[in-house]
């Protein structure tokens, strides 16, 4: 048996590792396709070397454009592989326009589809990740749930067949890389232990609407200001892009002790962050996980969430983008490091996934 597993985001890189390093640990043939929806050779070279990866067998290189025009360039370029390179399963992650590209092409070629990370919803049909994991939920053959709570989201839809709860494979990443993570990165951006915060904010919901990223702007001044604290702001290209677009970016550069990363940092520089964080501001489903994981507490700079697993344990509170909501939200999560327990599993999903891919289970 030949299964293609294809990936094209950092966070897919991340969340696939374990399966791919549980695929080649058996001896089972796969075939990587990297789509290239994130692609930076420097970036993306370092996150398959921290994580032991092989270097995928093809690299599409999907050029920027919109969402149709990428989608469909991505469809194109795997239709290409697959019929040049055929296999017999395929394998693809999360809510990503890779992962749907993935999935069509596959559902075409008539081969089963394993959707890792299944049955998440945020109940928000603007976000385009909403579309595209329903897309991928009512394609695949094998939906492999996180959480009792996606398999339980996943039935609400009619979807009981190929159902199995194996846990999130962030959790064996994180795993893996909490023993390895740096030791002089807080000193050198000048921080200390337990003494900042740490800040992604890149979805499209946000940064696409100038009120929205103006709104979160003003709660970050304000959080900067009543905690005292400093906060590291690990910045993503699309919303430097859309700062410089809406004249936002004076107002960010003025809050007292924020501190722009950019390029954004690594996997392995994010885990570390946030682990010694006071409190990680978010608007990544990603993080949100992670920060639960490491014991961090979370406020979401969002009004949903596809996690809500993190609100019912209180590892994370949204807070939308309301500035006074956003003040609020850090003052009560503030000090809650710790006492949850990990809602995603024990660090073995990807084995289990592959197992099951295999029918050795």
């Known amino acids: 048996m030949r299964t293609a597993i294809v990936l094209g985001t950092r966070p897919e890189i991340t969340k696939l590792a374990p399966v791919i390093k549980a695929f080649a640990a058996k001896g089972a043939d796969f075939l990587l396709i990297h789509t290239g929806q994130h692609f930076s050779q420097e970036m993306d070279q370092a996150f398959f070397d921290v994580l032991d990866l092989p270097a995928p067998a093809y690299n599409l290189h ?27 399963y395929m394998v693809v992650h999360g809510d990503t326009n890779s992962t749907v590209a993935g999935a069509l092409v596959a559902a075409k070629l008539n081969l089963p589809v394993g959707h890792v990370e299944a049955g998440l919803r945020s109940f928000d049909r603007t976000m385009p990740e909403e579309v595209n994991r329903v897309i991928c939920d009512h394609i695949a053959t094998d939906l492999f749930a996180p959480t009792r709570e996606a398999v339980g989201w996943l039935g609400a839809e009619g979807l009981t067949k190929g159902v199995f709860l194996t846990g999130n494979t962030i959790v064996d990443s994180v795993y893996y890389l909490k023993e ?8 050198h951006y000048g921080v200390k232990h337990g003494r900042y915060m740490f800040l992604t904010c890149h979805r499209q919901e946000n940064t696409d609407d100038p009120v929205r990223l103006a709104g979160i702007i003003d709660g970050l001044a304000l959080v900067a200001r009543d905690s005292g604290l400093p906060i590291l702001y690990s910045m993503h290209p699309r919303t430097k892009g859309r700062l410089e677009q809406y004249g936002l970016f004076g107002r960010l550069e003025v809050i007292p002790g924020l501190r722009i990363i950019f390029p954004p940092i690594g996997f392995l520089e994010s885990l570390t962050f946030q682990a010694h964080a006071t409190l990680v501001l978010t608007d990544s489903g990603g993080l949100q996980e992670e920060s639960c994981i490491l014991g961090v507490p979370c406020v979401t700079l969002r009004e949903n969430t596809e996690r809500p697993e993190t609100l019912g344990i209180g590892s994370n509170v949204l807070a939308g983008y309301d500035p006074q909501a956003i003040l609020a939200a850090c003052r009560r999560m503030t000090g809650r490091r710790g006492g949850w327990v990990n809602p995603y599993g024990d660090g073995r999903s990807g084995e289990r996934i592959v197992d099951i891919i295999l029918g050795t289970k």
């Open 62 to 88: 999907v050029p920027e454009g919109g969402h149709g025009y990428r989608t469909g360039k991505m469809l194109i370029g795997i239709e290409d592989v697959l019929r040049k390179d055929p296999v017999d």
């Open 180 to 187: 390895r993570l740096p030791d002089t990165l807080l000193a």
